[in-house]
């Protein structure tokens, strides 16, 4: 997870550079590309089985409302609810499963860093 968390600090100050310094200067198409790819990123947040405890339905790994908070957002809500509740196989699976989703997204950054260009 901290190797994941990393490369998304690095992938997103990259990113957030680029664009600063070329972003103005973009042509629309390329634009339009930065646009598909963030929504495209979006869902490798998204991460199949959901969240155990009968809540499938919540893919994302990063935030979702608690299981006892109503709609009080969580983060990492499937390693953190697995810690308070000592379940510590789904803490090694929701940790892999969290940072495959992070890592995936840190590779959508450096995707948009490339279309961006030099």
Do not use: C, F, H
Not at 22 to 48: D, F, H, M, W, Y
Not at 81 to 104: C, F, H, N, Q, S
């Amino acid at each position: 997870m901290q190797n994941a968390l990393q490369r998304l600090k690095t992938s997103a100050a990259a990113y957030d550079a680029a664009l600063a310094a070329k972003g103005a200067a973009l042509p629309a198409s390329t634009r339009a590309e930065l646009v598909a790819l963030a929504a495209r990123n979006e869902q490798t947040l998204l991460q199949e089985p959901g969240l155990p405890g009968g809540r499938g339905w919540y893919l994302n790994m990063l935030y979702a409302p608690g299981r006892l908070t109503g709609y009080g957002a969580k983060t990492l809500p499937g390693v953190r609810e697995a810690i308070e509740d000592e379940r510590w196989a789904d803490v090694e699976t929701y940790t892999a499963l969290t940072a495959r989703a992070v890592e995936m997204y840190a590779a959508g950054l450096e995707e948009g860093v490339r279309l961006i260009g030099p």
